[in-house]
């Protein structure tokens, strides 16, 4: 083989598919980019006012929160200002998603803090988990 020639081990490689990332994945992923872009505002209050002042571009939202009147709240600021609306199962789940906790040395979470709701003022930079996101929220 020349020197300009590709090994076909590499061509091998490249051409393998990656895993498919669930939507879960997806958000946690754009979390982490939206974060690090100080794009994310999290709880009830900074929630309320990303979405009445017309900055959110997503909206996430926990099922198992304490009050339905804070679920319906969220849901229809969201609708009025049609802003994407997704669930995740737990606020624990959100929390340690949005941030709320620390990383201990083997890179588990540990004092996770409980959040019900998070908006997306920016996404920053593109990512895999945005392009899952956005292809979801097509569909729906």
Do not use: F
Not at 5 to 23: F, G, Q
Not at 111 to 137: H, N, W
């Amino acid at each position: 083989m020349s020197d300009g020639e590709p090994t076909p081990v590499a061509e091998v490689e490249a051409n393998v598919p990656k895993e498919a990332m669930d939507i879960n994945t997806a958000v946690r992923v754009m979390l982490k980019k939206a974060m690090q872009h100080d794009g994310l505002a999290r709880g009830l209050h900074e929630a309320a006012r990303a979405v009445e002042k017309g900055w959110a571009q997503l909206c996430i939202l926990a099922e198992d929160t304490d009050s339905p009147d804070y679920k319906k709240l969220i849901e229809g600021l969201c609708a009025e200002q049609n802003v994407n609306l997704i669930s995740v199962p737990t606020k624990m789940q959100l929390g340690e998603m949005a941030g709320l906790c620390r990383i201990d040395a083997e890179g588990n979470p540990q004092k996770v803090v409980a959040c019900s709701c998070a908006v997306v003022t920016d996404y920053g930079e593109e990512s895999e988990g945005l392009s899952v996101l956005q292809e979801y929220l097509k569909a729906r």
